[in-house]
């Protein structure tokens, strides 16, 4: 063997390993090799006297990974990383080079956006050094993560029992707290609308009263709706008709965010969801000509195309649609992107969703086709409506209605199915000519409380405030699920639409987290760090120097906090303990919820919840390591949950909920 190339993925290791020749083998990590140390000074990992130094040791479900890795290691002329194009990609490639004692000053990096033939082929003619940057600035996110993690973790447990608290979770549910909260205190206020109901040439349409006696028109009551219903006469005078030809571009393709709310929407994915099948996607599937990435990294804040991808396209528009259909290329990023990569986009336009409909299963048939005609209607010329509003007055009333022709479809020839909006169209009217209604529409309305978050709307939400990344929206709403303070439901039963609902431990969490550490917890010091985290990237700003101002302004907080943070009274059962008389109390352990007397350590009686139904196993839509099956979150006979593998018992792969394999203290058999 001559050349050793190690990807993150076992599947995409797959993938790459078939388009080189035998001079080439690739392997992969699993994931991260290494990470923080749980030992130290408050089990950080983090010596944090000393400039913040991070303690990394070989994770312990890793250690036949890295054995493997360096004995193949040992083999190879020619070493070459190959992890995703990110930040965290970066630190894995770091991390491989320190373990495999690489020189870090070796151009060993390479990079490619799409898993295809020519885009490895082309990484593999231009290495690069390990970025530094982007590893510095991902360590210091893992170390703020930890700090944070691990010191209001073990202080709310112990105050309020509330099972975490993070840097990013935090905010995610203090946004659907202060919504919910938006929500109580909303006091709806009534309105009523005024239609006219006319049938002219067999087409029914409506006219709206906009104005009354030239004013906007605002009617606050009954009494007064019947006072305007009262004016209205039998004819009305069509004063106004403008025509005129509105154009709407097609949206850009998609970048993480937008593919994850979009999918939410119109495909009914949860964004894990989304994730998991795109990055199957990217990965590779098996076509009639071998394996291949049919879309280019879904981690991403760019609306970038290539000029290949970009050139393509416009050939592939004029030759199967037209050259009236060819639009022109755009791309507009938000201030804070990092534009790393391009867009999510098909790898070839060539591979339409029918072609390879054959080779997915129904959700990456589904997804592939949402992509890929976003990315098609994007370079497509605009949608033509021709817009026609008629403007009625009666009695010093004025009535509009408002309709649409699609004359030239444009960008929604492909992507008509995903478009929500839809056409209203008028009859031809005379102006200056009376018509009558043959009914009018009197309605009562009252103004609706802001909305809850869907998935969707909540992604949108972090994105907008700068809050979180790309690669960690999904893990966000995963995590604040998890930990019970937030439910997703639907706000009633014959509603599909899911929105996050807070629990009651959510809110708590809370409201104690904004009592003693609104400084840090909020969202404008959370995107600015978000911006700092970018400035080490580029090498503009220090690490340990961010570390340092932060954890000066955090420490004291959790000192107060400790002082101070009332803790929460046990949930009282109601009966008396068999034992002493004492009160029941429900605790909550490692294990789970259980029943205990309240005069604990003196009396030490406990028992089990009963009749608790059996938990059904959920789907996470993360990918297990060992086999590619899906992992399952799972309740333990011990009440706690973890991560199993779909493939149980052929496949005994678990980890944590965390993500964090277990660690397993093996008993001595007794003589």
């Known amino acids: 063997m001559k050349n050793l190339i190690i990807v993150e993925s076992p599947s995409k290791s797959k993938t790459i390993e078939k388009y080189l020749g035998k001079d080439y083998k690739v392997l992969s990590s699993k994931g991260h090799i290494r990470d923080l140390a749980i030992r130290g000074k408050e089990g950080l990992g983090v010596d944090i006297d000393n400039g913040f130094e991070p303690t990394y040791v070989i ?30 990609g970066e630190a894995i490639s770091w991390h491989l080079a320190q373990v495999l004692d690489l020189d870090l000053d070796d151009d060993n990096r390479i990079v ?49 029992k509330s099972k975490s608290a993070g840097r990013v979770q935090s905010i995610a549910l203090r946004m659907v707290c202060d919504r919910e909260k938006e929500i109580r205190a909303f006091i709806p206020q009534e309105y009523w609308t005024i239609k006219a109901l006319f049938l002219q040439d067999g087409v029914d349409f409506e006219a709206n009263l906009t104005k009354i006696d030239a004013k906007k028109a605002e009617i606050k009551n009954e009494q007064q709706a019947q006072a305007i219903r009262a004016r209205i006469t039998a004819e009305y005078l069509l004063k106004d008709i403008t025509k005129q030809v509105k154009k709407r571009q097609p949206r850009l393709p998609f970048i993480t965010s937008t593919l994850q709310q979009e999918a939410s929407t119109k495909l009914n994915f949860g964004a894990k969801k989304t994730m998991m099948i795109a990055q199957m996607l990217y990965e590779g599937v098996e076509l009639a000509d071998g394996m291949q990435g049919l879309i280019t990294y879904m981690r991403t804040d760019s609306t970038r195309l290539s000029k290949e991808f970009v050139k393509a396209c416009s050939e592939y528009i004029e030759t199967t649609l037209g050259k009236e259909y060819k639009g022109h290329y755009r791309v507009k990023n938000d201030e804070n992107s990092q534009d790393a990569h391009e867009a999510i986009r098909p790898t070839d336009i060539n591979n339409t969703p029918d072609k390879v ?114 690669s960690t929206y999904a893990s966000i709403i995963d995590t604040i699920i998890n930990r019970s303070y937030v439910e997703l439901k639907s706000a009633s039963e014959t509603s599909k639409t899911k929105y996050f609902f807070p629990t009651e431990q959510g809110e708590l969490t809370d409201e104690k987290l904004k009592e003693y550490f609104s400084s840090v917890i909020n969202i404008k010091y959370t995107a600015q760090m978000e911006e700092e985290l970018d400035d080490i990237a580029s090498d503009k700003v220090s690490g340990p120097a961010t570390l340092r101002e932060f954890y000066d302004r955090f420490e004291p907080l959790v000192e107060d ?36 007397c309240s005069n604990y350590p003196t009396c030490r009686y406990t028992r089990s919840i009963d009749n608790t139904p059996k938990e059904e196993p959920q789907p996470t839509g993360k990918i297990c390591p060992e086999c590619g099956g899906e992992l399952l979150k799972r309740k333990s006979r011990y009440g706690t949950y973890f991560l199993g593998c779909s493939n149980y018992p052929k496949c005994k792969y678990i980890e944590n909920i965390d993500g964090e394999k277990p660690r397993f203290v093996r008993r001595k058999k007794k003589a």
């Open 59 to 88: 994770s312990k479900d890793k250690k036949d990974v890295v054995k493997k890795l360096k004995e193949e290691a040992k083999k190879a002329d020619r070493i070459y990383l190959a992890t995703d194009p990110d930040r965290e």
């Open 112 to 160: 490619f956006n799409e898993i295809t033939k020519n885009a490895v082929l082309n990484a593999l003619n231009q290495p690069r050094k390990i970025d530094m940057g982007l590893v510095h600035s991902q360590e210091t996110r893992r170390i703020l993560d930890r700090i944070i993690g691990f010191k209001l973790s073990k202080l709310l447990q112990s105050k309020i």
């Open 357 to 470: 409909k054959p080779y997915l299963t129904n959700d990456q048939y589904k997804l592939y086709r949402f992509i890929y005609y976003r990315a098609l209607a994007s370079l497509m010329a605009d949608a033509q409506n021709e817009a026609t509003t008629y403007v009625f007055e009666n009695n010093g009333l004025t009535f509009q209605a408002s309709g649409s022709i699609l004359k030239f479809p444009g960008f929604l020839k492909v992507y008509g199915e995903y478009d929500s909006s839809k056409d209203s169209i008028l009859p031809l009217l005379e102006k200056s000519k009376d018509y009558k209604a043959h009914d009018l529409k009197v309605e009562q309305h009252f103004t609706e409380p802001p909305t809850r978050y869907t998935e969707a709307r909540l992604i949108k939400a972090l994105e907008e405030e700068g809050v979180g990344r790309p």
């Open 561 to 596: 906090a400790y002082k101070n943070m009332a803790k929460k009274a046990p949930e009282l059962v109601g009966e008396k303990c068999p034992e002493c008389g004492g009160e029941l109390v429900y605790r909550q352990s490692r294990y789970g919820k259980f029943i205990s």
